[in-house]
């Protein structure tokens, strides 16, 4: 079972069934999708599917493993983080995020990022995390900035996006740096005691 995290405004919980109406209000947004390979505006029975496939993806037991989490404010989800582990070896793990636009501009999504992060640093026992956008989105890109990632690299015309090459930014950010950051600000709000990777990784 995963621990929820509480954040100053968020609870970051494994999603369920009972979520799908409040996922169904964002998948279903043309902005939403606008920047991401392969998702168009769904409908919600293709919502109540992707919210069935998230309800799976509730811890990281092994590599490739998907860890889902719903951002809940005020009893409604506002978005989902995602924790992808790519490499046990490299103690890797990919983030991705998906808000509602109804709760953007208020920093929701940067915090519920950073929690993540955090957990990922600091209880999981990860080396590095990257995160990937297409060079056009820029919330994305701030996003990832605002936390300290690095853009390590600008990936030229490196895949097709609905039909013409886009350029992809790759940002990252270390254990180490984590940890280092200025004005430490953990995801929690607390600056809990770092442990051993729950994995061994
Ligand atoms: C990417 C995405 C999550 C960013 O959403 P967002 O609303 O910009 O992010 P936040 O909720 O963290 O809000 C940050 C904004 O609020 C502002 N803000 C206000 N209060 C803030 C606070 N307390 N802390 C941080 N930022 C705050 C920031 O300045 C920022 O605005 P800016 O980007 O104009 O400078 C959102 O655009 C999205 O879900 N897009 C669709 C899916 C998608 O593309 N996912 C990524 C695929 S790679």
Request: proline share 3%; net charge positive.
């Amino acid at each position: 079972m995963f621990t929820p995290i509480r954040t100053r405004r968020l609870t970051l919980r494994p999603v369920t069934m009972d979520d799908l109406d409040d996922v169904y209000a964002y998948q279903r947004r043309p902005d939403v999708c606008r920047w991401m390979l392969g998702n168009e505006p769904r409908s919600r029975e293709q919502s109540r599917e992707s919210v069935a496939a998230m309800t799976n993806e509730d811890a990281l037991r092994a590599e490739g493993d998907v860890l889902t989490l719903a951002a809940e404010a005020n009893g409604r989800v506002t978005g989902t983080v995602e924790l992808v582990w790519r490499s046990q070896a490299d103690r890797t793990a990919e983030i991705g995020y998906v808000f509602n636009p109804e709760f953007s501009g208020r920093g929701l999504a940067t915090e519920a990022v950073a929690a993540l992060l955090g957990w990922g640093f600091e209880e999981f026992g990860l080396h590095r995390v990257y995160g990937r956008c297409h060079a056009g989105n820029e919330a994305s890109a701030r996003l990832m900035t605002r936390l300290g990632m690095r853009c390590e690299a600008r990936h030229v015309e490196s895949y097709l996006f609905r039909g013409e090459w886009a350029d992809q930014l790759v940002f990252a950010m270390l254990a180490r740096e984590w940890l280092s950051r200025p004005g430490q600000t953990r995801g929690r709000g607390t600056v809990a005691p770092a442990r051993k990777s729950v994995r061994g990784v």
